[in-house]
């Protein structure tokens, strides 16, 4: 608006572009008819939230950062900017109502000593969010909030006071400190006490300001006239293990700016260990929570194998924990270590840890191994009767806790939060069938697809507006949004992609967890292995690289380690005194890692100089795990070469390596990476490495 401002709102903005768009919807209805500006300062969003600021709301200054700068930092470059008699800090995930600045703006009129103001901040399921108004985090305040004493005496004045829970929701008062979620500022106050510290990337740097504004001679005010809804969780996720790292770290360091001085050094060690403590907890029930069937399964199994042994034992001469001990107890063992290999290699974990049919599959595998133990050596042959029963039980038990939990787990009504049957779901795709395959899964109510929405393979994203299908961001951030959003599963739309720019962006994203579905415009265009599962009238192709599989890597690692060690030990003896007289002619060159990343070998005069000498020092960057005895071409990372080859872990030779002569185009050499990609295996690196040998003489 023209003219000095009454307000200047600032919002930080970091991928979360629908309720950032909601916010400024509701700010721009609430500021209807008082002067005001509003700032979005975006710290390099993936989710195309600038481009989608600039179309929706031209009126916005939009200040865009080429990184993530953090909450204060990213304030006060917009700060520096702001003309208003009133500063409005205000998260993206939060809605005002229409009256929230009129009311605010009556109270500064009527509190002449007010310096910021919040107001009445409700969470998603209207409940009062406690975190709106608190305390000073004092040394002992925050030891309460670091040990959770907060929590189990919300109504202490002692232990309750970093959040004020004994006070009423619906009473106004000054308070020590406001949330920055939402803080009213006067920008007298700014200019006297000065902006956010940033020393604090994010946490933390909101209650500095306000100690620095009580200290400046202001009141804080918490004003419940008016409210606004905090969906929290969206601009912050707090439910893992970074959200309170960074947090603790910031109370920390808050203390550490205000009281450490004036503080026993044990008292500030009791702080630091209450902060690892709730790391360490916070951290276990996320394991527990993400693998729990892996656990659950591999205590039945030791289960079921001890009440074998126990029956046997005690019908023939009695149980005895030392009997126990002495002898059946390495079944146990041995039985887990088989079973953790086969269903992994099966891929019960963790891609299909509830399917019932690979649990079937690893207990056949498992116990069929471990039967051939009890008939090949002596020493293990009592227990024949003990894994037959065992046998019968351990898939028995293991597929009854899955029925149970699908028959009766009732989704995010439960204790589980989210449906743990559902995977979340991408479309990767553009173009009418992206919509239509987005649409039909959408009115399918199928439990294993919770449909997030799109990645665009360009830019174009008024199509999927037009729908009203959330667009996630582009392919090119895939490997950012798939974290971010906690995929599982991803479908390509292959009207827009080509089966190689699929297999090459499976491959750069280098996350094996994930499901990868491809559902084809021509189902004559798909080549390799595959599983067809079929949606109405679209056909989805289950699709995956070999060298993605986890049992692959680790089989093709334990590979390299062996055959790279031998080799070494072997020629240690003639080999190290030549090296030692060339050393003077070697040096560290810079060459493409996986995915791109820059790292050095050792090399004699030049990278690509041939000589036995060159392939020995290559043979320590394999053991190392710089490079693979198979793998991508090896490309210096001083040049403008492709990146092609470095999809994957460059290597002393490989497929592209030997067809050096077949190789003519750049889609030849494309072809080659793809057919590595799709079929390696240790009997393949073999082939390969046989070729490449007899290939010099």
């Known amino acids: 608006m023209n003219g000095i401002p009454r307000i200047s709102v600032i919002i930080v903005n970091y991928n979360v572009k629908e309720y950032l768009e909601q916010a400024l919807i509701s700010l721009e209805r609430s500021l209807a008819g008082i002067p005001h500006e509003i700032f979005v300062v975006d710290n390099a969003s993936v989710d195309g939230s600038p481009a989608h600021v600039r179309h929706r709301f031209p009126g916005v200054r939009l200040i865009e950062n080429s990184q993530n700068l953090g909450f204060g930092r990213a304030n006060n470059i917009a700060l520096a900017q702001a003309r208003g008699e009133f500063i409005v800090m ?65 109504k202490s004045k002692i232990f309750a006071r970093y959040n004020l829970t004994y006070l009423d929701p619906d009473g106004t008062y000054p308070v020590p400190a406001i949330s920055g979620s939402f803080m009213m500022v006067k920008k007298a106050a700014l200019d006297r006490v000065g902006l956010f510290d940033e020393r604090f990337f994010m946490y933390c740097e909101d209650i500095d300001l306000c100690q620095r504004i009580n200290l400046g001679g202001f009141k804080i005010y918490y004003v419940p006239a008016t409210q606004i809804i905090h969906y929290k969780g969206e601009s ?12 603790n770290k910031a109370l920390y360091q808050f203390f550490e700016k205000h009281y450490a001085g004036k503080t026993l050094f044990l008292f500030r060690w009791i702080i630091v260990l209450g902060i690892v403590a709730r790391g360490v907890l916070i951290y276990l029930r996320n394991f527990l929570h993400e693998h729990f069937p892996l656990l659950l399964d591999t205590l039945i199994l030791n289960g079921v194998i001890l009440f074998s042994f126990f029956i046997r034992l005690e019908l023939k001469d009695g149980f005895s924990w030392e009997e126990y001990i002495e002898h059946p107890a390495a079944i146990n063992l041995i039985s887990s270590l088989i079973f953790w290999i086969t269903a992994y290699y099966l891929e019960v974990y963790p891609r299909h840890r509830f399917s019932i049919q690979g649990i079937i599959k690893a207990n056949v595998l498992t116990f069929t191994l471990l039967a051939s133990l009890t008939f090949f050596l002596k020493q293990f042959a009592f227990s024949r009767i003990v894994v037959l029963a065992a046998a019968l039980l351990s898939p028995l038990a293991m597929i009854l806790w899955r029925g149970i939990l699908k028959r009766y787990h009732r989704g995010d009504k439960s204790a589980w939060g989210k449906d743990i049957f559902s995977k979340p779901t991408i479309i990767v795709g553009n173009g009418a069938g992206a919509v239509t395959l987005f649409r039909k899964i959408r009115e399918m109510k199928d439990m294993s697809y919770d449909l997030l929405g799109v990645v665009t393979v360009g830019k174009e994203e008024a199509e999927f507006e037009t729908y009203h299908i959330p667009v996630l961001g582009s392919i090119e951030n895939l490997d950012k949004l798939i974290p971010m959003h906690r995929v599982r599963q991803v479908i390509f739309s292959s009207e827009m992609l080509s089966y190689e720019k699929i297999l090459k962006t499976m491959s750069e994203m280098g996350m094996p967890h994930l499901e990868y579905k491809i ?114 071409p090896i490309q210096p990372a001083d040049t403008a070469q492709s990146q092609t080859g470095s999809w994957y872990k460059p290597g002393m030779t490989g497929l592209v390596q030997i067809n050096r002569k077949k190789i003519l185009t750049a889609d030849d050499m494309e072809k080659y990476h793809l057919f590595y990609l799709k079929n390696q295996s240790i009997l393949l690196d073999i082939e390969i490495l046989a070729k490449a040998i007899l290939g010099r003489r």
């Not at 009256?99 to 009445?120: N, R, S, V, Y």
């Not at 989805?540 to 690289?545: D, G, N, P, R």
């Open 90 to 154: 205000i998260n993206p995930d939060t809605v005002v109502q229409e009256d929230t600045f009129e009311k605010l703006l009556d109270f500064f009129d009527t509190h002449p000593d007010a310096g910021a103001a919040t107001c009445k901040i409700i969470n998603p399921d209207g409940s009062f969010a406690i975190d709106c108004r608190h305390s000073i985090p004092t040394p002992s305040i925050a030891l309460w909030k670091v040990l959770g004493l907060s929590k189990i005496f919300p």
């Open 236 to 247: 912050t996720k707090k439910n893992n293990i970074d959200y309170v790292i960074t947090f």
């Open 519 to 632: 559902a084809p415009s021509n189902l004559e265009v798909m080549i390799g292995k595959s599983s067809i599962e079929r949606l109405d009238d679209y056909p989805f192709l289950e699709i995956e690289y070999a060298i993605g599989k986890p049992f692959n890597r680790v089989t093709k690692r334990i590979f390299d380690v062996i055959l790279s060690f031998v080799a070494l030990l072997f020629t240690l003896p003639v080999m190290l005194p030549v090296f030692l007289v060339r050393l003077p002619q070697a040096r560290r060159f810079r060459i493409f890692g996986k995915k791109g990343e820059p790292l050095s070998i050792w090399q004699i005069k030049s990278l690509h100089h041939p000589g036995v000498l060159n392939d020995w020092l290559r043979l320590w960057e394999v053991l190392r795990g710089n490079l693979s005895l198979v793998g991508a």
